[in-house]
């Protein structure tokens, strides 16, 4: 019995903890500005002014407002190269 009163303590920790790794959204994207003093207030209130009632934030409209995505967000995972189609693997050794 007292394993089962341990698993029971234990489940809701869990549910939590998958749910809070599972959340992702567009406001896990890291943004600045280059070249320029900034605070995190300032980029709460650009926040603010670009996001609309759904909650959704418009990309564009921080982009306008002179910020920038951090470059590890941006584009497709790129495909480490094959190295069995590489010259060098075509060498004497």
């Known amino acids: 019995m ?6 029971i303590l ?5 549910a939590l903890t998958l749910a809070a790794c599972s959340s992702s959204s567009d406001s ?3 943004w600045y500005k280059p070249n320029v003093d900034y605070t995190a ?3 709460e209130r ?8 759904k909650k959704k934030l418009d990309e564009e409209c921080l982009k306008q ?8 967000d941006i584009g ?7 190295p069995t189609k590489s ?3 075509k060498g004497r050794y």
């Open 41 to 43: 207030a300032d980029f």
């Open 76 to 82: 497709p995972p790129v495909k480490p190269p094959d």
């Open 46 to 53: 650009d926040r603010l002014a670009c996001t609309d009632k």
């Open 28 to 30: 896990d994207k890291q």
């Open 10 to 14: 234990l489940l809701p920790v869990a």
């Open 65 to 72: 407002r002179g910020w920038i995505a951090l470059g590890g």
């Open 2 to 7: 007292p394993g089962m009163r341990r698993l």
């Open 87 to 89: 010259p060098a693997a």
